[in-house]
Nanobody
Framework: QLQLVESGGGLVPPGGSLRLSCAAS????????MGWFRQAPGEEREFVSA????????NYADAVKGRFTISRDIAKNTVYLQMNGLKPEDTAVYFC???????????????WGQGTQVTVSS
């Protein structure tokens, strides 16, 4: 079993920055891709970004491209999402996920964290 724990959420004003972390533990996960998804109130969960663990290949949703950066620290078993230029529409619960492919589909991810709240408001 693979456990994922997100942290780093909070309340920031528009234009602010946050860095989310996703710490992984449990079974070996070096073959997995790691993804970030978000879900706003009353909305469906949507893809944000993903990264392959081995080569650090990345993928971004158009809505966050140029503002968010995904990265991973192999030594710390942690994936990060640096979020700059935050907008009110970025407000959501952000979830970390682990899967076997670099994909935008939720179906490609087998393990999920509990989520961390990000609120962008003045």
């Amino acid at each position: 079993q693979l456990q994922l724990v997100e942290s780093g959420g909070g309340l920031v004003p528009p234009g602010g920055s946050l860095r989310l972390s996703c710490a992984a533990s449990g079974r070996a996960f070096s073959a997995y891709a790691m993804g970030w998804f978000r879900q706003a109130p009353g909305e469906e969960r949507e893809f944000v970004s993903a990264i392959t663990w081995s080569r650090a290949s990345t993928n971004y949703a158009d809505a966050v491209k140029g503002r968010f950066t995904i990265s991973r620290d192999i030594a710390k078993n942690t994936v990060y999402l640096q979020m700059n230029g935050l907008k009110p529409e970025d407000t959501a619960v952000y979830f970390c996920a682990a899967g076997s492919l670099l994909t935008r589909s939720q179906k490609g991810y087998n393990y999920w964290g509990q989520g961390t709240q990000v609120t962008v408001s003045s």
